[in-house]
């Protein structure tokens, strides 16, 4: 099956420091999402991005399917911004809906 | 708008004991369904997932099983719970352009 990894696994941030995260993913894929799983556990929806540039707020994430990668930015990060943070992605090559997850990164920002 | 709605938020429940999980989504007709499972400190693994009613796909074989008795919803059970039952279980589901997205989660204990 299509292999999904994140870097770093880790990351501490300084409020108000700017970061990116990268997903590569080993094939070509239908759907591409970010994920945030706050510290309650809630799986929120960041992006849906299988391909190009979106923006929401302090986050944006770009995705160059052609190159199999896609990076989630976070800009003037708040304590609030804390949690892991999942790429996730459907293969072309699926036939059925299995959405594939790296082992997402954990955030943490401090005050 | 579509909406998504789990409960239990929380379940303590000692082995050997019944389960059942319920999971229904609003607004939305013929929905895929899923049934994710998160263990302490990892990432997502698929349980099942449905594309109808009484149409069950399994990913790993298991102590649990699904069923989906209406359009929308989507039931995860257990004849005996088992202390690896244990975990956080979320249901999703995924429509086009949009991706998936997910519910607030269970998270079970077997004591």
């Known amino acids: 099956g299509i292999q999904v990894e994140q870097s770093p696994p880790d990351l501490i941030l300084q409020e108000g420091a700017n970061s990116t995260l990268r997903c590569n993913f080993s094939?070509?894929?239908?759907?591409l999402q970010w994920f945030h799983q706050n510290p309650w556990g809630q799986l929120i929806n960041l992006f849906y991005i299988p391909s190009g540039t979106k923006q929401n707020g302090r986050l944006s994430a770009t995705t160059v399917a052609t190159e199999r990668y896609s990076l989630l930015y976070i800009s003037s990060s708040q304590t609030t911004d804390s949690g892991v943070y999942f790429c996730a992605v459907l293969s072309k090559r699926s036939n059925d809906y299995k959405l594939s997850f790296g082992a997402g990164t954990t955030v943490t920002v401090r005050a | 708008s579509q909406t998504i709605h789990q409960w239990p938020a929380t379940l303590v429940q000692p082995v050997g004991s019944p389960l059942s999980l319920e999971c229904t989504v609003e607004?939305?007709?013929?929905?895929?369904l899923y049934w994710y499972r998160q263990a302490a400190g990892r990432g997502l693994q698929l349980l099942f997932y449905s594309v109808g009613i009484g149409q069950i796909s399994s990913e790993v074989p298991q102590n649990l099983s699904a069923s989906r008795p209406q359009d929308r919803q989507f039931i995860l059970s257990s004849k005996k719970l088992l202390l690896s039952d244990s975990g956080f279980y979320l249901c999703?589901?995924?429509?086009?352009?949009?991706?998936?997205?997910f519910g607030s989660g269970t998270r079970l204990t077997v004591v």
């Open positions: 607004g939305t007709s013929n929905p895929n």
């Open positions: 094939d070509s894929v239908n759907n």
């Open positions: 999703a589901w995924d429509r086009a352009n949009y991706g998936y997205t």
